[in-house]
Every structure is written in C-alpha cells, then in structure tokens.
C-alpha cells in the first residue's frame, strides 16, 4: 500500500506542475499524466490502472467535461459535499471571474484605511522588508525591468492621468520631482532636496521672492549656484525666487546679496 500512495503522489504531483502551463489543452493533458504514469511504471510493478481508477474524477456542470477532481482544477466549497465547485476553474474564470475582480475592487476601495494600517502594522513588524526587496530585484533585475515596462505600456493612459491629478492636489511634490531630474540631467554631486524642504524654504522667506520682495503662491527654485556651473540640488543652494527674477537672473549670479537657508528640520531625500 506505501507505494500505491508513492505512484498516487507521482501522478498527483504531474497533475499540479503541469496545470501550471498556460492554455493546456485536453490533449496535452492526457499526455502529461501519460508521460506521468511512464515514470510511475519505471519506478514499481503496481498495476497502475488501480492507482488512476482511484483518483477520483467530476463532471463539471458548464463545459461537461469529466476532469480530475483535485485543487488543481476544481475551486474548494467547504459547503458543498466533495468539497469542490461545480464548475472547473477554466469555466469559473469564463462565469465569474470578471464579477469576482470587480467584486474584490469594491472591498479594497471600502477598506482601504484597514489595509493600510496592516500594511504599516506589517512594515513596523518588518524593519528589514525592503533589503529583502532590493536583494530579489538585484537577483532578478532582467525579468523585473521586463514586467515594469509591461505594465507601463498598458496602464500609460490611467499612469498618466493619476500623475497629473496627484501633481494639482500636491504642486511642491510635482516641483520637487522636476527640480530633481533637472539635477539628474545635470549630474550633479548631491541632488537630495525634498518637497518638504521646499516647503520648509518657502516658508522661511514668508513666501516672497528673494529678490523683488513680491509675496505669492508659486515661487519658483532659484539655484545660487546654477547647476549648469556646477551648484548642487540642495537646500543650502535653492531660494524662492518669482518666475521674473529667477529668468532675469538665468545663470548668472545673483541679483541681490542672499542669505540662505543653511539647515531645514525636514530631513533630505536618502536620509
């Protein structure tokens, strides 16, 4: 009887490896335990055609098809007698899936707050989460890359519509964003300024521009130093500056004598 469970196993576990292919088809089904039964035979003398009457087997109610009656292709139902959907999983997919996803967006949407707690629950109880993130990305950069550019390439419409709603509702983070792939473009030696340092800086000056005094809203980032002659994209080298003074003085040295802010509470970007 050990190894009647041994074969059992064996083909069980060809079931599983092979339901993992996309779009089996019923032939290649049949092979696959075939092949599956061949190993089993090199392995004992059972009479195998016992072992597989054994394996129970169910009608699903949709596609009439008789399938093996495993995980594998059948949904659990705890309500149900044999533990197991009425339809296989391919036909529960045509049926239900799309009311099942629509369904699951509803519940995320309504608890949302919940989901985000755990997620900061989980992150408190996991200091150590995202070394283990950079370790599988760095291992597995070739697939990772290719999965992002999938992604970007089919949600780019709604990526860039979120993008563009997020920057109205928060315009230092959009101006934080800009003012640290300008430096990036530059290559600059530090470019670590943060939204909140520039909020911080904004704040400091009593929202007027450095130069003219003119109190408003959108100032823009004045680099003392400019970063095409080598300045850095940090808090001690950026000043609020009205998009006027800031044309008029371009790349050349300040308008006026300037004191700026030397250290910020908000911490840089990467500390």
């Known amino acids: 009887m050990m190894v009647v469970h041994r074969v059992r196993a064996c083909v069980t576990m060809c079931t599983i490896q092979k339901t993992n292919l996309s779009n089996v088809d019923r032939t290649t089904e049949a092979l696959a335990t075939s092949r599956c039964i061949e190993g089993a035979r090199a392995m004992t003398d059972?009479?195998?055609?016992?072992?597989?009457?054994?394996?129970?087997?169910?009608?699903?109610?949709?596609?009439?098809?008789?399938?093996?009656?495993?995980p594998e292709h059948f949904g659990k139902n705890s309500a149900?007698?044999?533990?197991?959907q009425k339809y296989c999983k391919q036909c529960d997919e045509l049926l239900y899936g799309e009311k099942k996803r629509a369904r699951s967006r509803a519940y995320a949407k309504a608890h949302a707050i919940e989901a985000r707690a755990r997620a900061a629950a989980w992150r408190t109880n996991h200091p150590d989460y995202r070394a283990h993130q950079r370790l599988y990305r760095m291992n597995n950069l070739a697939r990772m890359l290719e999965l992002e550019a999938q992604a970007r390439e089919k949600h780019r419409d709604q990526r860039n519509e979120a993008q563009r709603t997020y920057h109205k509702i928060h315009p230092d983070v959009a101006s934080a964003a800009t003012g640290r792939r300008r430096a990036r473009k530059a290559c600059v030696a530090l470019n670590d300024l943060t939204a909140a340092q520039w909020q911080e800086i904004k704040a400091a000056y009593g929202y007027r521009c450095v130069?003219?005094?003119?109190k408003m809203q959108r100032l823009t980032m004045d680099h003392i130093t400019p970063l095409s002659k080598g300045g850095n994209h940090t808090a001690s080298n950026i000043v609020p500056a009205c998009q006027s003074c800031n044309a008029r003085k371009y790349v050349g040295n300040v308008l006026i004598p300037i004191q700026p802010l030397l250290l910020t509470i908000a911490s840089p970007k990467g500390v």
């Open 46 to 70: 059972v009479n195998l055609s016992v072992v597989i009457s054994e394996i129970p087997r169910k009608i699903c109610i949709h596609c009439c098809e008789s399938i093996p009656c495993v």
């Open 211 to 214: 130069y003219c005094g003119r």
């Open 80 to 84: 149900r007698p044999d533990g197991f």
